[in-house]
């Protein structure tokens, strides 16, 4: 479901990932692998790169006097990487996210963790203006090597019906 290889000329083949609208079923809950390790240079350039000035995230000896004890992950990189994981499931043929909401981050993210991520589907229907499209709502869940959730957001995404997606209309 997740990648199929669609036929562009006899015996060639080219990969496509993501859903239609058709794919979604509420309740339907999607694992997102590989799960990805965090390291110090991901948390640094990340944070830097963002002009996050917190020294949690980059000075150890700062950290360490925190109630962390050590230097924190950046939650706006947590948020991304646990986003970017489920792209290649769930809103890959998107033709937009409309909207995120209830961004929760019940524990830390440390240097080193490993994140997996899995999104369940909350809710679906046809556009009320886009005969081709239609909107799919889901919650997605990240969660460290120990099974702690991490973070939990919800998003909707504008999706398109099977035939109407960029990779169905234009040679990319």
Known sequence: MVAEAKEIAPGRYRESHGRYLEDFFVGDVYEHRPGRTLTESDNTWFTLLTMNQHPVHFDAKYASKSEFGRILVNSCLTLSIIAG??????SQKSVANL?????KLPKPVYVGDTLYAESEVLDKRESNSRPNQGIVKIKTTGKNQDSDIIMVFERAMLVPKRGYAVDDIVDC
């Open 99 to 103: 909207g995120w909401t209830d961004i």
């Open 85 to 90: 994981m489920s792209v290649s499931d769930v």
